[in-house]
């Protein structure tokens, strides 16, 4: 997979660049205490976490092709099922999605 082509990609389709997240995690538990007036008093104690998320090169591609999927007649993406059938309508700068094999003849001896 060619990454450096992906990001440029993926930076065009999300108009910039965004290679990590930082997701933060609060947590909260039930704290009992005694007041000072002997009554008891209810609270929560927290702590928060941050962490720094980088995503993989296959986790980058999906959104890429999450984002074409979705605005598909803006970027002019075609998941293709029959390239033979679409070959005609295609167009320089189209985004395609295809499966098919490719046979190669055999090199005569």
Do not use: H
């Not at 990454?3 to 909260?28: F, M, T, W």
């Not at 007036?37 to 980088?54: D, P, T």
């Not at 999605?97 to 190669?104: G, L, P, R, S, T």
Request: hydrophobic letters at 35%; proline letters at 3%; glycine letters at 6%.
């Amino acid at each position: 997979m060619d990454e450096k082509a992906l990001g440029e990609y993926l930076s065009v389709v999300e108009e910039g660049i965004s290679d990590e997240l930082k997701r933060r995690l609060l947590l909260s538990a039930p704290n009992v205490g005694t007041s000072g007036l002997g009554e008891l008093a209810k609270g929560e104690s927290s702590s928060e976490e941050e962490r720094v998320v980088r995503e993989t090169a296959t986790q980058r591609f999906i959104r890429l092709v999450t984002a074409l999927d979705d605005s598909s007649e803006r970027w002019r993406y075609r998941d293709v099922e029959d390239l033979a059938e679409s070959f005609e309508d295609l167009r320089v700068m189209d985004f395609v999605n295809a499966q098919f094999e490719v046979e190669i003849p055999p090199l005569c001896g």
